[in-house]
């Protein structure tokens, strides 16, 4: 791991989303060395699913050797932020660093995702970054070791990252493209980077989005802190990258990774974005033991591995799995073993069978017949299914994460 020089002594951090996660890893790395911290995120009061708010940061940072200024910011909201700035201005005395994390997810379809979550990405991630960069520069120019570093992909316009979420990639871009724009216009000034994860980060949306499961197959958000420190410590004329955590620290001298994995030895579930395809990821995935949300045809035909497989189902279900579930699902299979079949988790004591589901499903799951099987049988994980464009899912997205425990029920049958 990277080791601390000290060299951020002093320096003002301005971070936003640094309550939890990421930016809080980020905040915790730069407080080592003694440096100021403005924590601008939302969280003020706990939140009954996800940890931390900027108080309890704050006492983190401060603990850690820093010194924190809390900050109510929404970054959608231009008040907000300019009070911020003028807080950290009046506190510490200028801003040489500003950490543009904040960001909001929707792995969803155009037909599925509704406007307030397209607004709430693109205001979020694209204009919260630019709004944020906007408010914070006048002071970064006064700075003799500016940096903007924004928690965003390189520009892969291979349309296999654009087909499944169009709003979100759009929204992370614009993040990207904001690193494109600004590092030409501020050369020399303001160094302006771009900065994201080789493998999945252990974070509380990646919990969310990934399932009960996905935290073995990630990397500790020390390594992005990591990264991001050896990004501060080089000079203002190192700007317009987009930089990837493991190459740079490897650049850094860092050879062993395993310490930065939750489940050390355990295979990695690559993050969005990078050059190799979903698909080919899936494969590499499964080969190495892997363990990582989800087209359409008329009734399917009896017998056969789907049928099979929906006898397994109907024979686990029970009032408890309904209870804890509530939640319809239909599953509209292609290929060999085309059909379409359901599992209603609202009703009774449950049921599974071919054809529609009694009443309007949650959750609607396209996918081919033979991954399908593979799915249920534990054979391939529904993060890696979702990831490589195999599954599509239309409806509640938390409830097709429930799915992922009826599919360990199953393991020990199928």
């Known amino acids: 791991m990277l080791q601390n020089t000290g060299k951020l002594a002093g320096c003002t951090l301005f971070i936003t989303g640094a309550s939890r996660g990421i930016g809080k890893a980020i905040a915790l790395k730069a407080a080592k060395d003694g440096a100021n911290i403005v924590i601008a995120a939302k969280t003020a009061e706990a939140h009954p699913k996800l940890p931390g708010t900027i108080y309890t940061a704050a006492q983190e940072i401060e603990a850690a050797g820093g010194k924190a ?37 929707n792995l969803t379809g155009t037909l599925e995702t509704p406007m307030k979550k397209v607004d709430l990405m693109l205001g979020i991630n694209l204009r919260g970054t630019y709004l944020t960069s906007k408010l914070c520069l006048p002071h970064l120019l006064k700075s003799k070791i500016a940096h903007i570093l924004n928690l965003s992909p390189p520009l892969n316009l291979n349309p296999i990252w654009f087909k499944n979420h169009t709003a979100y990639t759009m929204a992370k871009y614009g993040m990207s493209m904001c690193v494109l724009g600004m590092a030409e216009e501020f050369r020399g000034q303001v160094a302006v980077n771009a900065l994201w994860p080789k493998t999945a980060i252990q974070t509380a949306a990646m919990d969310m989005l990934g399932g009960s499961d996905i935290g073995r197959q990630c990397r500790k958000s020390d ?65 190495h033991g892997a363990t990582p949300a989800f087209k359409s045809a008329t009734a399917p035909p009896s017998g056969g591995p789907i049928e099979d497989t929906f006898n397994v189902i109907q024979g686990i279900l029970n009032a408890d799995v309904v209870k804890s579930t509530q939640g319809v699902y239909k599953f509209d299979l292609s290929g060999e073993h085309a059909g379409v079949w359901f599992i209603d988790l609202k009703t009774g004591t449950g049921s599974a069978g ?61």
């Open 69 to 105: 200024l809390p900050c109510i910011v929404d970054v959608r909201d231009e008040k907000q932020i300019g009070d911020a700035v003028e807080q950290a201005v009046q506190k510490f005395g200028g801003i040489d660093i500003l950490v543009n994390n904040a960001s909001a997810i």
């Open 223 to 287: 390594i992005m802190a990591d990264a991001a420190y050896s990004v501060f410590s080089k000079p203002v004329g190192f700007t317009g990258h987009f930089l990837i955590d493991e190459a740079l620290l490897r650049q850094e001298g860092v050879r062993d990774f395993e310490p930065y994995a939750v489940e050390p030895g355990h295979p990695l579930l690559p993050d969005f974005f990078l050059d190799e395809e979903p698909a080919g990821l899936v494969k590499q995935m499964e080969e």
């Open 354 to 414: 071919p054809g529609e589901p009694p009443i309007n499903p949650d959750v609607t799951m396209s996918m081919d017949s033979a991954d399908f099987t593979k799915m249920f049988s534990g054979k391939m994980k529904p993060t890696m299914a979702f990831m490589s464009g195999k599954l599509r899912i239309k409806g509640d997205m938390t409830l097709a994460i429930k799915m992922e425990k009826m599919m360990a029920l199953m393991k020990s049958k199928l």
